[in-house]
């Protein structure tokens, strides 16, 4: 479970990250999804998940994928950033 904590608190983070480096329609896109992914994580540990509720699973599962690929656009608009930053060197 202490991982499951991890991941909603770097994936809720995204968003602010993504609206900073002016990916504003995925970051939108992903509120949703982190909103879902923390209703279920308080569901889970608060009274359970029934059988008839494993659709909650599904929503915090897409809200992993999203926030993976929210977090590499991050890193790779960081890397770019960093490459137009360094001085040519010959």
């Known amino acids: 479970m202490n991982i499951i904590l991890i991941f909603l608190l770097i994936f809720s983070f ?4 993504l609206w900073a480096d002016n990916w504003k329609k995925t970051a939108i896109g992903q509120i949703p999804f982190v909103i879902g ?10 009274v359970g998940i029934g059988p ?6 599904l929503l915090f599962n897409a809200n992993l ?3 993976h690929i929210a977090f590499t656009i991050i890193l790779l608009e960081m890397r770019k950033s960093m490459k137009l930053r360094r001085p ?3």
Not at 38 to 46: C, L
């Open 14 to 17: 995204t968003p602010f990250l």
């Open 37 to 46: 992914a923390w209703f279920t994580f308080v569901k889970y540990v608060a």
């Open 52 to 57: 008839n509720e494993q659709y909650l699973w």
């Open 65 to 67: 994928v999203y926030g």
């Open 88 to 90: 040519y060197v010959q």
